[in-house]
């Protein structure tokens, strides 16, 4: 259990990560201490938050991962183009109007960037963000391009009175995605009192920024109008989400098989849920936020409520943690792939258990046994 609620942060109180660690193997990366070309986005780190670094990440190619899920690259394909991004590090106060410049435009800015010295490999991975493998000291720095500012993010963005809750809703509402508004925050565009945030923070603040206006919505919708499968895998990772009529609930359970990255030998599971209102963060951590982002952007789609089990199994397939995006983009595809209607919740409970391969996850769910046993003024 420990090793899947750490997923190598370090609190084992090792000095590395020991299932990290055959990451950490230097690649042939040619020295320099400049780079011309593309900057397709931003980074801060947090540590020592407040006062944290920050830069641009540059690669000539993109820092979408739905452009990587569209091209059909494999875990092997994304962790060799991380490796040779280069997350550009410098203090944020005097590279911010640079890094809103990036984070504002839709498309990707070149910049060129002269570093202190030769930059360095330093493949890190985690369970939020997506790796970057190479770091170097900006000594200067300089946009050459314009920023192509959406006619939404600039309302957004310059409405210093819209608060940052409200304007993640606004913006996503507007079709803006998820990831140009983290990118957003992330660079101190959003909000009446504005800072940098930390990236690994932003991610998971959008989705539940987001998600929480949206089940707000769902909440005053008619409910479905019968039990609903989905099923989606990507990377290793496979989802089920069962759909139930009824008023707002969402429950999540998370299965890291015996050989997966964070089984540690043996099979560990864990769950969270909440109703209309959740306190405390998800010991699921970004994962949760993720998937329930991607199933409330497809209950706010056909306006309906429902009762939502997820269900996430990690195999050994998912050999490199990637981020939490792609928890997210798994749901996504379920979501907007087939569904299967069921006749009850019984056989919607059999149907959940063939696709992700066990029923043994049933014991961990609150969820099932409220359904089974309570009656709601949807039953009559």
Not at 49 to 56: D, M, N, Q, R
Not at 99 to 118: G, N
Not at 330 to 348: F, H, I, S, V
């Amino acid at each position: 259990m420990r090793c899947a609620e750490c997923k190598g942060k370090g609190l084992c109180g090792l000095p590395r990560c020991p299932i990290m660690s055959r990451f950490y193997a230097q690649l042939p990366v040619l020295p320099t201490d400049h780079y011309q070309g593309s900057a397709p986005s931003v980074f801060v780190g947090s540590y020592g938050y407040p006062k944290v670094a920050g830069g641009p990440l540059m690669i000539n190619d993109a820092d979408h991962p739905p452009d990587w899920v569209a091209r059909g690259l494999g875990i092997d394909d994304i962790v060799g183009l991380r490796a040779r991004t280069i997350r550009g590090a410098g203090e944020v106060k005097g590279l911010a109007g640079n890094l809103q410049e990036i984070a504002l435009s839709s498309q990707p800015l070149d910049v060129e960037v002269r570093f202190v010295k030769p930059v360095a490999f330093d493949l890190r991975f985690d369970g939020t963000i997506a790796p970057v493998g190479l770091t170097g000291a900006i000594r200067k720095m300089d946009v050459l391009d314009n920023a192509r500012v959406d006619r939404a993010v600039d309302r957004a963005t310059s409405d210093t009175d819209l608060s940052a809750t409200d304007a993640c809703d606004i913006l996503h509402t507007s079709g803006t995605d998820v990831y140009q508004i983290t990118q957003l925050l992330t660079a101190g565009l959003l909000g009446r009192k504005r800072h940098v945030v930390p990236t690994r923070w932003a991610i998971t603040a959008v989705d539940d920024t987001v998600s929480n206006r949206l089940k707000k919505r769902i909440a005053r919708y008619s409910p479905l109008d019968g039990i609903q499968v989905f099923s989606a895998s990507l990377y290793g990772n496979h989802i089920v989400c069962l759909l139930v009529p009824g008023d707002w609930k969402f429950e999540m359970i998370e299965v890291w098989g015996k050989q997966s990255l964070w089984g540690d030998g043996s099979e560990t599971i864990a769950r969270d849920g909440e109703g209309l209102t959740k306190s405390g963060y998800s010991p699921l951590a970004g994962a949760y936020y993720s998937a329930r982002l991607a199933v409330t952007e497809y209950l706010e789609s056909i306006r309906r409520s429902a009762r939502v089990l997820v269900l996430r199994n990690v195999t050994s397939d998912y050999w490199a943690p990637l981020g939490t995006w792609v928890v997210r983009e798994a749901t996504r595809n379920a979501m907007r792939g087939q569904k299967t209607p069921c006749a009850d919740l019984n056989e919607g409970i059999e149907l959940a258990s063939r696709l992700i391969g066990f029923s043994h996850w049933r014991p961990y769910s609150r969820l099932i046994p409220e359904l089974v046993t309570q009656k709601t003024l949807f039953d009559f």
